[in-house]
């Protein structure tokens, strides 16, 4: 049985506490993947997806405390990035709760490349500045 997404080197961010925090992220969205790929009930998958919405807000309080703490200059956008991801995180729990919608390979997808595409991309970006100012979180 493979995983839905894998963590590789390529997803470190360099800060050993949101390294960390990703990965538990993967895990959660895999254990998403597995429970529909399974067949599991609505209640599992209702279950996990709300572990994911709860675990997505912790780790984003966690990178804006640090940012604020710190002064990381890309603040604003990283900020406005996660509460967009969050608003539609929310979106398909509500929909899912009212039958409108099932969790689909789509919503996966979406998923998948949302996470990958922003640890790639905005999370790397406060690589250099928590590296370069010997910052540890």
């Known amino acids: 049985m493979t995983d839905f997404i894998e963590w590789s080197d390529g997803l470190s961010v360099g800060v050993k506490l949101f390294d960390s ?3 538990k992220l993967i895990e959660v969205l895999n254990a998403l993947f597995s429970a ?5 009930g609505r209640d599992i998958v209702g279950d996990v997806l709300q572990e994911l919405q709860q675990y997505t807000e912790y780790h984003f309080g966690s990178e804006e405390k640090a940012f604020k703490q710190y002064g990381f200059h890309g603040a604003e956008t990283h900020i406005w ?3 967009a991801f969050v608003e539609k995180v929310n979106e398909f729990i509500a929909r ?5 919608v099932t969790v689909t390979f789509e919503i996966f997808t979406f998923l998948k490349e949302w996470l990958i595409k922003h640890i790639r991309g905005s999370d790397s ?3 250099d500045f928590f590296q370069g100012k010997n910052i540890t979180v």
């Open 36 to 40: 529909m790929r399974e067949g599991k």
């Open 96 to 100: 899912f709760k009212k039958g409108e």
């Open 21 to 23: 925090q990703h990965k």
């Open 125 to 127: 970006s406060y690589r």
């Open 81 to 83: 990035e996660h509460r």
